[in-house]
Nanobody, 126 residues
């Protein structure tokens, strides 16, 4: 598996977590990296994206202002910093890598991504 997502766990409402997406065998710098999540009984949805080449960032409306995506090229890792967590954020979080340069209307399309991590569970208790 070329992508490894980690950092999930159990946190109380209002708490914070940092998810990591590490790559092996290829450089994340050349890829658009996105975080998706899937809650039980719901479809997978885009959370945030950092675009290749220019590092432009996209956020889902539900997380804007609370989550921050960042890239550390030296560590070949992309992070998702999650603050002010809410029970509605409970889900399995996946990172994905693609070679496209998405726009606002396309970054959350799952079909555009070539590599997926195995997912990490985030549980926010009320």
């Amino acid at each position: 598996v070329p992508l490894q997502a980690s950092g999930g766990g159990l946190v109380q409402t209002g708490g914070s977590l940092r998810l990591s997406c590490a790559a092996s065998g290829f450089s994340l710098d050349y890829y658009t990296i996105s975080w998706f999540r899937q809650a039980p009984g719901k479809e997978r949805e885009g959370v945030s994206c950092i675009r290749r080449s220019d590092g432009y960032k996209y956020y889902a409306r539900a997380v804007k202002g609370r989550f921050t995506i960042s890239r550390d090229n030296a560590k070949n890792t992309v992070y998702l910093h999650m603050n002010s967590l809410e029970p509605e954020d409970t889900a399995v979080y996946y990172c994905a890598a693609g070679v496209h340069r998405p726009i606002q209307s396309s970054w959350a399309s799952t079909g555009a991504y070539d590599h997926w991590g195995q997912g990490t569970l985030v549980t926010v208790s009320s």
